[in-house]
């Protein structure tokens, strides 16, 4: 069965980086059907998208956020990651990775649990 | 204010079929799949509705999906109490050249 999981800090100060990664287990990132991406959630709002990557490292980028964020995907280790830069308190949310099934449709079919970044000082 | 509009609330009591509608635009329901949701409380979203209308395995027979022109609709027949959760429609949105999500609606089984 299929897993994702989150991980990194869960309290990034404001003007900072936010550098979240998430583990695939269960199967390959270097699958040649799928992409992977990250989705967020501020408290008590709904989903947005932000990006997502095939496993060769290919990107496509939400709009809103792409002058900020950096993805890649590390194949040796079955990972792909998430950068956000110069964070304000508007990007405190849950932090989601899942798995991209047609490469930009809005097909997420595995979901990690969820990790909460809050940024503070 | 999502591209993609959803009632940010919808209700119905044991056993009745509910609809929530998603409304779009010709660059995105209007042209490209849509996608849908659910989200129980304090959980990760789950597929419910793939390609307009296709169920992954697992998911009841009691969801199903449609899409008219520019607007798309979930049904729930034999609501139950624990089909109480957030849903979210989804698209791809070809004037923005990214996945777009609804706002989202509460379903409450009263």
């Known amino acids: 069965q299929l897993q994702l999981q989150e991980s990194g800090p869960g309290l990034v100060k404001p003007s900072e980086t936010l550098s979240l990664t998430c583990t695939v287990s269960?199967?390959?990132?270097?699958?040649?059907?799928?992409?992977w991406a990250w989705i967020r959630q501020p408290p008590g709002k709904g989903l947005e998208w932000i990006g997502s990557?095939?496993?060769?490292?290919?990107?496509y980028y939400g709009p809103s956020l792409k002058s900020r964020i950096t993805i890649s995907v590390d194949t040796s280790k079955n990972q792909f990651s998430l950068k956000l830069s110069s964070v304000t308190a508007a990007d405190t949310a849950v932090f989601y990775c899942?798995?991209?099934?047609?490469?930009?449709?809005?097909?997420?079919?595995?979901w990690g649990q969820g990790t909460l970044v809050t940024v503070s000082s | 204010q999502s591209v993609l509009t959803q009632p940010p609330s919808a209700s119905g009591t044991p056993g009745q079929r509910v609809t929530i509608s998603c409304s779009g635009s010709?660059?995105?329901?209007?042209?490209?799949?849509v996608y849908w949701y659910q989200q129980l409380p304090g959980m990760a979203p789950k597929l419910l509705i793939y390609?307009?209308?296709q169920r992954p395995s697992g998911v009841p027979d009691r969801f199903s999906g449609s899409k008219s022109g520019t607007s798309a609709s979930l049904a729930i027949s034999g609501l139950r109490s624990e089909d109480e959760a957030d849903y979210y429609c989804?698209?791809?949105?070809?004037?923005?050249?990214?996945?777009?999500f609804g706002g989202g609606t509460k379903l409450t089984v009263l």
């Open positions: 390609t307009n209308n």
């Open positions: 989804a698209a791809w949105d070809d004037s923005l050249s990214g996945v777009i």
């Open positions: 269960g199967g390959s990132i270097s699958s040649s059907t799928y992409y």
């Open positions: 010709s660059s995105n329901i209007g042209s490209n799949y």
């Open positions: 899942a798995r991209d099934t047609m490469g930009g449709t809005g097909s997420f079919d595995y």
């Open positions: 990557i095939y496993y060769s490292g290919s990107t």
